[in-house]
Nanobody
Framework: QVQLVESGGGLVQAGGSLRLSCAAS????????MGWYRQAPGKQRELVAG???????QYADSVKGRFTISRDNARQALYLQMNSLKPEDTAVYYC??????????????WGQGTQVTVSS
């Protein structure tokens, strides 16, 4: 089972940027799809960005053009570059692995997440 630790969250003003990191160990990150998820107060957890083993990506419409997901297989790390942040992006962000190479869906590997707060 992979172990995941998220970091990089914080408090920023609208229009600012953050870079989230997810460190993985004890797994096979390099061949699995991965994703960043978020959960805002009163809302259901949602997929915001995903990346497959071949490097192809997908994004929620709400973040497309502002967020970029990437992976470093050698370091077993996943990243989310978040630009032009909006108050609506405020949430706890989680990374997760998928049991598949080409289908992005979460496994039960949730970490503690990292809080992102965007002020207006």
């Amino acid at each position: 089972q992979v172990q995941l630790v998220e970091s990089g969250g914080g408090l920023v003003q609208a229009g600012g940027s953050l870079r989230l990191s997810c460190a993985a160990s004890g797994g096979i990150l390099s061949i699995l799809a991965m994703g960043w998820y978020r959960q805002a107060p009163g809302k259901q957890r949602e997929l915001v960005a995903g990346i497959r083993s071949d490097g192809s990506t997908q994004y929620a419409d709400s973040v497309k053009g502002r967020f970029t997901i990437s992976r470093d297989n050698a370091r077993q790390a996943l990243y989310l570059q978040m630009n032009s942040l909006k108050p609506e992006d405020t949430a706890v962000y989680y990374c997760n692995t998928s049991p598949y190479r080409d289908y992005i869906t979460p496994s039960d590997h949730w970490g503690q997440g990292t809080q992102v707060t965007v002020s207006s």
